[in-house]
């Protein structure tokens, strides 16, 4: 609307904003990349992408997590809370049921399948507070974090969770696929070779995981009726009410589905580093919703794409990765992410056609 | 929340026309829940803990709350506003290092240790309205929400106090510094002495825990920051404003105040306060403190303030609400240790209360 208005009084430089409006976190994040290949000795090489999305698998599907619940106009503080108690269930589970002699293969779908059943469960309890008994989103959340803190460390009573089988190590650093250049290549298994021989690993396979359920998360919020929901439900209530959607259950949706991709993440945790930790999703709160904002979703709901949220991730990610292999301590890093939060959201408001 | 409104309705069972909830008792009940609360906390675990019900006891937990409290003041502040403040955790951390870190230089550069702390603590405060300044020129000028604001800052003031530290405590500061952060305004000690701000001379170190020491600095300090807080908020012009501004901020510019400008002054104040609290924990541990992301101060401190009574959506709070907030949370930690049970109940605990609290804030959306 906004946009139109300009057009007719000065189109070329409407034009331009516009496109800028568009593009900006894409030139952003590929000037961000230019700058580490040159400052941080080792980032220009194919192995960087594999390494910054193998480290950011946890924040990729929290950020996930984040968006369904800010496109609503909620916030979800307890996905870190809940990534650490699947993490903690996740092991334990896995563990036990190794340990009861069930087949590794069948103790990890079996455990990982009962994880995300319970992990959905404080999603359930959100939505039912948020959805139901208009606790605000903020408050709800919070509790749900302080009860997800409280069980988990009562499962581990202070200490670390630990047990998975040899299998979930396996596949948790390992990758789809390997190739020795003159011995042939092999699928999620390393091929026998001698010591010392270059096998090229490529893609791990948590980052698989992670981009089939963007995909499926990328379908569900632009091309079905339920995310066309989730969005009406977050640009204005009343109206997505009157319009016949089920507001309510749509919210208890998307809120047990936060808490499932937090499970998720949490798996994806306990098989990368085999344990489970009570904080282990602490300092990601400001990753997991900066990534959405800088993104461009609106805090106030009705707006945020999958594909933007993506690049928010990656904008995290690269700049994580780049500052390690600088040899800058990460506590820049929070600063930087601060700053950049900050700064997307300050030119969210202030290009065309974004006035929200 | 039904089991308090039952049995209080047999106290008043004349009340008319709407039942209890409508009621003058029903009301004062759910005005002051939290104060109830804790009072049923107390009698609870006295009889739970051994030796909870004891004046040290006591003091030893207003005494390790004296960051919290603080940081709940700030909170209160911002959220009757509307708003929300995430940074205030992490700035208080920022100016715990600081401060220690501005301290380390001015004894390197031969002061006498007074000037040292002085220097060192005042320095730490006025920086520490820096990032309340920012938090709040992007939240007025640049209209960007103020969750968003100062999670940004959330990560600018963690970051930059790791820097500082370089991820280890502060240590190495005067030693003065724990002695008046940690004294105490009367030593007795039955039939020998009473003496204040210090056993008398010459008192041996060894039977220090002999003498009853009574009335912590911390406390005395941390009353009256949040006296002189409650008095501004309740009584004065600053207040009347801040409280508008919460109910309407339509409302609020048509009757002539200056919002943004007073917006930029209680994200100000709120960073303040958190440095005051950051800067006294170097007094009180003698170390400058970073802020770790499991302390969740800046959280911790919006669950105190919502169970003290405010509302998020802003135009209700009460710093001594707050406090008793924060004490909730404090004696539900202490006494359950001391009764025994696993501490992590605490966290769920906290879960349970808030969500009790914005049904109250629900059901009687006019008390203020």
Redesign the interface.
Known sequence: MEAAGVAGVEPTRARVLSLLAERWLFAFLALETLYFCFAAEGFANPNSLQILLFYGVEIFLLAMAELFVIVTGG?D?SVGYVLGLASIVGTKLIGALAGAGVPPAAALALGAALTLAVGILPGLVNGW?VAY????P???T??????C???S??IIEGVYAMGLPPLAAELGSGHLLYYAPGAGMSFLARPEVERGTEVWEIVPNVVVLAAVVIAALWFALSRTRFGRHVYAVGGNRDAALRAGIPVRRRLLAVYALSAGLASLAGLAYALKYVSGKA?AG??S??DS??AV?IGGAS??GGSGTVGRTVAGCLVIAVLELGLRMRGT?T?????????I??GA??IE??LPGKGR | MNEGATTAAELAPGSRGGGFLESRAGRALARNWSAWFLLLLLVTFSFTGRNFLSIGNFQHVVHLQTLPLLLAAAETLVIVTGGIDLSIGFVAGLASVTAAKLMQLLAAAGLPAGAVIALGAAGALVLSLLPGLVNGLVITRFRVPPFIATLGMWGIANGLALKLSEGFPVAGLPGALPRLGNGYVVYLLPGEFLSFLGPPAGFPEGRIREVWRLVPFSLVFVAAVLAALAFVLRRGRFGRHTYAIGGSVDAALRAGIDVRRHLVWIYVLASGLAGLAGVFNVFQTGIGNYTTFSAMYELFAVAAVVIGGASLSGGKGRVLGSAVGVLVLAFLQNGLAISGVQPFYRYIAVGVLLVIAVVIDKLFPDLR
Request: hydrophobic share 70%.
């Open positions: 916030i503080l507070l008994l208009d606790v605000p903020f408050i709800a919070f509790s749900m974090l302080g009860v803190h409280g069980v460390e009562l904080d602490a300092g709160l400001l919703i900066a904002m805090m106030f301590p506590f820049d890093k929070y600063v930087l992410v601060g700053v939060l900050v959201v300050v408001r202030w």
